[in-house]
């Protein structure tokens, strides 16, 4: 179990719940596997393959789990087919038909693909450490989180949670490490890789790769009024990850000496021992900044 993408959610109450509590209430929505008209099913599953709970404590660290199925069903997919009954019925009829029919030939054309389609399956997993206070998700994206954070408050009756770094101005912070090493938390060095966006104008950017960090280029962007939106970062020979303006933490990485050292036992929780105690580092040193709204 090694994260590769990162999102973190503060409590704003003291977590109480056990793991027991929490197992309890998630084996109550399982996950079940699509059925024929399903386009997708949410449920709840071990987090580790060898057991049945359905959360684990893990050094203090509760460990969950969800699986998510979904049928591939694309829109073009749909349009395509719905094209040919338009024209299908303008050839018989010598009519278009209007919104309202269209729309009902949509819903038949998705009803009568559905059982044929393909689906994915896709697994989310987490840890909720109650004494610091975060919820970890390894998810890409913020509506993945969204969604798992909503499917976990309706199965623990009440979730009280905000995105880690809701209030801290995360361009001016990454800036700021760029410009003052100082300003770094410990074990952080910045790599040869940042996107940087205008100020005024977010979709006005710059990318640089590979491109050394004392270059003039980059000075010159930062000179024009654009700030770091995200920055690859290597963590004290731990991992390597690309941080964004969210703090959000992107693509990790982890050495293989560090993978290695997990895989020296058979037991999953090894990996997850290994992997939740580096990345609580991280955004251990990371929390501080997320306490104020500029530098």
Not at 83 to 102: H, N, S, T, V
Not at 175 to 192: F, H, K, N, Q, V
């Amino acid at each position: 179990m090694w994260f590769k993408n990162i999102q973190v959610y503060s409590f704003t109450e003291q977590f109480s719940q056990t793991a027991e509590q929490i197992d309890d209430l998630l084996k109550q929505h399982p996950f079940t596997p699509l059925s024929q008209m399903q386009e997708s099913t949410f449920g709840w599953v071990p987090p580790f393959k060898d057991a049945e709970l359905f959360c684990e404590s893990v050094s203090g660290k509760l460990f969950i789990s969800a699986q998510i199925q979904e049928k591939l069903l694309p829109a073009s997919v749909i349009n395509d087919h719905l094209q040919e009954k338009l024209d299908a019925i303008e050839d018989a009829e010598g009519r278009r038909p209007a919104r309202k029919e269209r729309e009902q030939l949509k819903e038949d054309i998705r009803a009568a693909l559905l059982p044929k389609a393909f689906h994915k399956t896709r697994r989310i997993s987490a840890w909720i450490d109650a004494r610091r206070g975060w919820l970890v998700i390894n998810a890409s994206s913020e509506k993945t989180a969204d969604d798992f954070t909503a499917h976990l408050r309706e199965a623990l009756g009440s979730l009280q949670v905000l995105p880690f770094a809701k209030s801290a101005a995360g361009a001016d912070i990454l800036t700021s490490w760029y410009l003052d090493p100082d300003t770094r938390p410990e074990g952080m060095s910045l790599e040869a890789e940042m996107e940087l966006t205008m100020v005024q104008d977010p979709t006005v950017k710059a990318r640089y790769k590979n491109l050394d960090l004392g270059a003039p280029e980059i000075g010159q962007s930062l000179d024009s009024g654009m700030r770091i939106r995200q920055v690859a970062i290597a963590f004290d020979e731990q991992c390597l990850f690309v941080i964004n303006e969210k703090l959000q933490l992107k693509r990790l990485k982890f050495q293989e000496k560090l993978i290695e050292q997990a895989n020296d036992s058979d037991d999953p929780r090894s990996d997850a021992l290994m992997m939740s105690d580096t990345i609580t580092q991280i955004i251990s040193r990371l929390e501080p900044l997320t306490a104020t709204d500029s530098i």
